[in-house]
């Protein structure tokens, strides 16, 4: 090892160095700046616009569902604006980002309500985010449409808040059906130790017994795990007809690629649940996925709506002009939001463009018939969700993509 | 100017910004302002804790979120489950707190630096976890809801301007006894020993005791940030307390610099506002925003990084070079 | 339980653990020669997968040449961090530096977010096929790389610690800064190569485990916490007692999820940590009196 010191050459290779920083950090801010936000550009904005919120998980760790969110919401107002709007005012939705934290939620809700005045809020994108807002939400006595499929958002009922995912309510026996028919009596649980598993799992032990089924493990993992082997050789010593894992994330993909190399034989079936109904996990899971199972709502096949319903044209339509606008499919969150801001639009048309918050409240609470991408919503004063079993299919994953079950 | 009249000066100004701080309201009309300045007051609590735990007792901890997660669970569940008065309520959570921060410190006596970190580290990824698995209790992933505000007696602080001062108000309290601790006897036994244990030891200071009460006090701090935050915001959910929380708390007092309060209380504003920038600069336009936020992350970063590179010696290294070298301009003879 | 079992939870622990390894070993030899805990070395791991799935899926380039591909920008990042981030500032109070890994690892996931969007990604196997049956027992193929990566790594470490005479430099940096230099040794040359090589093998790591496990921009805050914490048990010494502070961390969360219960398996791992270090405070296999700070 030399001993050279580059007295003179080191001072100049610090400062070619801070400058190729500095560069490297203005091109980087100018390209965050350049990049794509739409401006609602509205032909009909003569008078002032309908302002609505967001509250979405832009970033953290649910940045991969608040993204595909903003997209779907960003294009339907353009297209809503473009048509005339509603009653000639278009409409204005403010972005806010809660950074999948709760806190930052709720400051986010303030802000909404207090600086843009707004009408109403869609969000937030997780149930801990969302039930962080309820507080603010009550205060100011303005509706809130969540995409969080959690449970507790409209469980625990509040007059002010939506919700327009398939809640485990609906998904859990809609599940245990389709189990029974197949003749399936014993299985296992691996849920995810967050939000979304713990909910998922609840709702699972609640409602077995009606259906004759014997939860024979019980198991979890924590999001971030790389390795469910352990969990699954304990599963596979109960010998359980089916493993029913709940995980929204990259451990759904571990888990049925552990689960593939301990049952070759595939003697335990693999069961999911919405939140799997992500190209990533097929993609994650290569060929292990084949023969996976879960219910999910009919966006993800249109057919399955029957060619030429209504149902069938407005996922088609939405589905192909998401594509041609992000270039890529869009998955059940985009189709979740899509659904937030067409019943907050549909509302808004029967309450009239000049409606106040406790209108647009109750207009949504009149949702009757209205045909989104996720179901068919029919809200009414006790049922803030609106969507029902017809809504949903269970599908299998054959060659790579899913297939509905018969 | 004389050290007397220095001191002088100095108590003037912290008394000065204190009543600033508390006149805030009479100004500000903005609710989401004074949210964000209550969420700051929140921080300086915790904050103040910790600049006596880590720059005066030299104690490092990764795991404040976990105390502060303990108090406001506690104040949250005793007010809105088990209907306790608030007053009580939160003197269990302080209560509670530092009792864990003194169990936690008594093992930890043996320990140093790095391993000192982990320890408290670990303890406050266990005590996420049984955040979120104490259903019954914390209301698991979901969070606790319905938690009331913060009242005594009759009177309910149920606006963000009686929020705003109740939690600046306990914020002024801390930070002027935090200050007058380090100022004192046991200021002076913190820092014996940061300098040599084994002579402190000769003085008559027991470390283990100094140790085990910064760290019980600063713990039972955060536990005070806690309550009160959660009877703020009524609502407490696990990911509020997660290690980032505790990562960024230690940031903010390391960025304030060793053996001053003044400095991490300040650093602990900045940073924490400086998460909520995209909404405090008025008058930006909706694509500022939209940038701001999606590059928050790598902005809190470049701070960070930005900070220690430039002003190594933090918030409080900057203010005392600043003054020597004001000082040798007006004199060195002046000043003992 | 029968033995079939009882060795697969064994496997399932020390892939895990191998995995953890990695990351402590960059822990570790940073450790040694500058005193601080790099926490932007859970960044590398995730550099490591992301680049690696950018350059087969956007570039193109066939896996053999992507994982090299990776493995090398991660280390040019590494460097950088260190040229422009901590050596300037290298005098200071370890904790300065610690802080400052911190806000780099900040920056290096938010711009990761920008560069690679937010959605998970999947990699190849490095050796497709099916899973090897080892007395009853499955065992993925990719999971021997990376127990062979790190028994790789470990071996180079290992020579180069004791018989090169960068190593020398590296083990006599590690004793004293000053007396180093007095002696002719170029120490900031080699806090920059201990950085590059801590940057390669979070890369090396995160590459080996992206088909196992696919790869996020957010995962490696997670897998730098697993990978301190295998450290600090072992003991914060040389590379075995980091690659043993590894594999004891896995096999006690594999265990702790067989027997006990796999809700309450990293706490439990914790606790064993705390109980270590509370009753042995320079960790399982360090030698007191090596404190830094």
Known sequence: MGTRRKTGAGHTFRRVMTAALIVAL??????GCSAPTSKASAPAAEKAPIKLGAVLSLTGTYAGLGVPERNAIEMEVARINAAGGIGGRSIEVVYEDDATDPAKAQAATTRLIEREGVLGIIGATGTGQTMGMRADIDRAGIPQVSMAGGNAVTAQFDKLVFQ?????????????????????TTIALLTDSGGYGKDGRQVVLDDVAKYGVTVVADETFNAGDTDMTTQLTKIKAKAPQAVWMWAAGKEGAIIV???????????????????NGRTEFIDGAGAAAEGFTFAAGRILAPDSYGRGTKAFKVATDFIGRYTQKYGKAPDIFAGHAYDAISILADALKRAGSDADSAKLRDAIEATKGLVGVGGTFDLSATDHNGLTAKDLVMYRIEGGVWKVVE | MSDRTRRFAQSGGAVLAAAAVLALPLVVTDRYLLKVLTFVGLNVIIVAGMAVLFGYAGQVSLGHAAFTGIGAYTCGFLTARAGWPWMTAVAAAVALSALGGLALALPSLRLRGHYLAMATLGFSVIANIVFVEAKSLTGGNDGLSGIPFASV????????????????????VVVALVSGIVRGRPGRAMAALQGSEMGAMACGVDPVRVKVTAFTLSAGLAGLSGALFASAVGFVSPT????????ILLAMVVLGGTRSVAGPVLAAVA???????????PGLSKTTVAALQDWKGDIYGVVIVGVMLFVPAGMAGLARAWRRKSRSVTGAGEAA | MGAAQLL???????????????????????????GILNFAQGEFYMLGGMVAVWALRTLGLPLLAAVPAAVLVTVGVGALVERLALRPRRAEAPLVLIIITIGVSMLLQSLARHLFGPNEVALPPFTAGPSITFFGAAIERQTLWVWGLTAVALLVLWVLYTRTKLGLAMRATAVSHDSSRLVGIDTARVVMVTFALAAALGALAGVAVAPLTQTAYDVGARIGLKGFAAAILGGLGGPVAAVAGGLVLGLTESLSAAFISSTYKDAIALVVLLAVIFLKPSGLFGRAGREKV
């Open chain 1, 26 to 31: 203005v091109a980087l801010s100018a390209a």
């Open chain 1, 164 to 184: 327009t995912p398939w809640p485990n309510r609906i998904v859990v026996p809609f599940t245990l059906d389709f189990m029974k028919k197949a003749g399936i």
């Open chain 1, 257 to 275: 690629k552990n689960a593939k190399d301990l049952d070759p034989s595939g003697s335990m079936r693999i069961f999911g649940a919405p939140g």
């Open chain 2, 153 to 172: 007696g009759p009177v309910r602080l149920d606006t963000p301007w009686s929020n705003y001062l109740l939690v600046w108000g306990a914020a002024v």
């Open chain 2, 240 to 247: 509020s307390f997660a290690l980032e929380t505790s990562i």
């Open chain 2, 271 to 281: 940073l924490t506002l400086l998460t909520y920038i995209d909404g405090l600069i």
């Open chain 3, 8 to 34: 697969q939870f064994t496997i399932a622990g020390l892939k895990n653990g191998a995995i953890y390894a990695l990351i402590a070993l960059g822990f570790t030899i940073v450790y040694a020669s500058t």
